[in-house]
């Protein structure tokens, strides 16, 4: 059985910023990979897809972006092609095509089973992502065999999908950039719309992560924020990265020719129900929003920094049309396909050890989870706000990098 | 980032929000005991008029009762041949919508610090009755649509109080009852 003081499952951005702390503390290590590295950036992730942070955001230990585009947003193969040379640079202990199939608590430490043999470590660091299976809700059981049922994990392009109408589910991130780029190809789109959080992409002539960076809001950490429990559960913001930094909302959908439905609310005889509450759902992004534009306005007040950014603006209300449909016969609409875009959730499967809750989310303060030396990286707020974002990956690996050193100095004293 | 001037202890609105927030820290530690169960039975006067009444129910983990039982009537007015003893069944349904987003305005505003000074709401509904007179069978028997105004003074800005309306929709039971389906059984002895 090999060994290593340090197992680090995962060569994301999150496990390559560990290895990266870890090395500089000289602690032993190897960094297990089911794949290569930045695997799922390469296969789980549709064709069109551009990180939603520019690419001056993409900062790591002892790395940042240094092209020419500093606010444009990566590919996917860029992301790759990032990590990969970030892996390089590190020259990180990756051991790739090694799928951790168990792990279990032995003895002062965990053995870990893989793809390919046993593994003993002393510290467990999970970097394994925040996204590894789509969420699919129980109703989803009710389609009607005939219509194709995709998550954005499988999704490509539009013409690979089965002829007809599309039905998304969802309007975070995912949910919205489908429906724009499979309108655009000249389908019928249905967006089911539950609760949201819109944003425009640019603010007073600067992108919105620029302002959610420098108003503080990104290092806010989980100890401070009000409901962390509720803020961990955010969606993700209505946000496209392209190259001309387009503002994806429901407004410009709708116009796009979108029909915005409520949340699904049931599938029964093969007609889906939406919610009622569509306007309500709308009305409380909106003021969400404005509080967020109000809060950037009042931060630039207090500086003295008017002269430096454009006027303050608010985007239209979303407006959703008095006509909005609570049921759709799914045959009978030319319904093909539906898309679930709601949410994604980490993968445990291999986790055999007690550290989940009643809902299967991993129990952790700031990503020390509650077993011994067993860390975990790269969650929704984990630790910050910016905690599930590359440019996230720094802070709090060199604030676990620094429990897990101290962990390991107080078991050898 | 609240406009109001007053902290949530100097606000009144006679809404017991440590009460609400404590009861919320328990249930979340102890779900079984946030299983309720709400009742009401109803009896047939005459005609369309009939008294519902009710009275114990169920939650944390026992029944519960109290210190009186209710009645609510329900009848139809005089154009439907009826003799108009009490509110219709819908208007009942309007009231009960009305009667659970003000409650949640009210303990909203108590939780976020802001003092009320009114709060009214008007309701309307709009009923195609073709559909229950079963005229035409694509006309639905409930509501095509139901329009909520709130009219609200109260220490806070405008768009403070639109949030407040805005969460009092979205924690509100009635207000899911009536926009989402719920599975409805019927047995008979």
Redesign the interface.
Known sequence: MRSATAIIIGAGHSGLAMSWHLTARSIDHVVLERGEVANSWRTERWDSLRLLTPNWQSRLPGHAYAGEDRDGFMTMSEVVHFLQHYAGLLRAPVMPGVRVTRVRHDGDGYELSTSQGAWRCRQLVIASGACNLASVPPLSDGLPAKVASLTPMQYRRPDLLPDGGVLIVGASASGVQLAREIQAAGRRVVLSVG?HVRMPRTYRGRDIQWWMDAIGAMDLRYDAAENIERARRLPSPQLVGTPERATVDLNSLRQAGVELV?RL??LRDGRA?F???LA??C??AD?KM??LL??ID?WVTGGGLEGQFAAPHRDAPTSVG?ETKLSLDLIAAGIGTVIWATGYRPDYSWLDVPVLDRHGRIRHDGGVVAAPDMYVMGLPFMRRRKSSFIDGAADDAADLAAHLHRSLDRAAA | MTTSTSTPEQVQNGVNVDALLGAREALEKTPEAAQFKWRASCEWLNGTHSRSTIGKFFGLGAEQSRDQTFTVEADHPKIFASEDHAPTPVELVLSGLASCLTAGVAAIAQRRGIQLHSVKATLEADMDIQGILGIDDDVRNGFGAIRVHFDIRADASEDDIKALVAQSQKRSAVFDIITNPTAVFVTVN
Do not use: Y
Request: no cysteine.
């Open positions: 609760e409520g609310a049931g129900q919610s009622g509450s309500n759902v009305a409380l003021l404005n509080r109000a809060g009042a008095a």
